[in-house]
């Protein structure tokens, strides 16, 4: 695991050794400096850590995963189309839940965990689950884009050709079927939430003259319609996926999530306010010891 870490490590930091200049550039940014600011001031923390070659290592995962997020910023936006930009961000991240559907199939006990309630969730030692929840929903998002563009823009030019909305449905099939063995609950509100911006165009594009208002008002009697009838048929399951086994007050606590930081805030916290234990490292020992469990992550 961790060879394997540091050859992507190795990659990314390539990847930006390659576009130095442009890399800077977006780096020195004012939208960049909270990013680095964070890095530089978990790195003061470090010597307090139980091991910190162990929590310098994943802060530096931290750091190559943003810098992955700048050198793909800078690639596409050396292309001129904002659409094309698009592409290639939800290109990338259909990688992982390609490498996920293979890796359920064949290494299940990798691809797959199960929580203490039962529930079996895809993302466990390949990737966490709501990581992978994510890549699912906007990599979907993508693909919705591409096959509502012919019902909403009017001229054929602007339309993606028959390929890429080929790809959108293979996009779309592949991220529905890992967004829900994910079970990631705010992954799916999320898709949900671009799901409704998507199909449910902003008043001035429903108002519009000619055929771009008529396409959009189409499309959004259409959407609200599949969704009508999506609730009815399928309410009872979807309640079901969404609590994954636990009642509302356990997900109102973030799946108890709340009385750990109650807990942190009052006793951790007051021991290195200033600089911390460490990044992913909650105690002297390493983790935090709270409701029968030891914990290395505020989780969230």
Known sequence: KLATRALGMAGVAALAAARARDVAAVLVRPASLPILFFVA?????????????VAFFRLGELFTFSLAGTVLYVEVTARRSAHEAGRVHALALVA?????VVFAHAFPEVAFHESSGGIRRMGHKFMNSNVLGFCAAAAGLWATYVLRAPLVLARAEDRPGRGERLLAVLVLALSAYVLFHARSRTAALTAALGQAVLWFPWPHALAAPGADGRRARSAALGAAGLLACALVVGWGGAVEWFLRGADAADVASGTGRTGLWRELLAVRVPEAPLLGSGYLNLGPEGTFEHAGHRWNTAHN
Not at 41 to 53: E, I, N, Q, V, Y
């Open 96 to 100: 992982p839940l390609v490498c996920a």
């Open 41 to 53: 001031w978990a790195t003061l923390g470090l010597p307090r850590a139980s091991d910190p070659w």
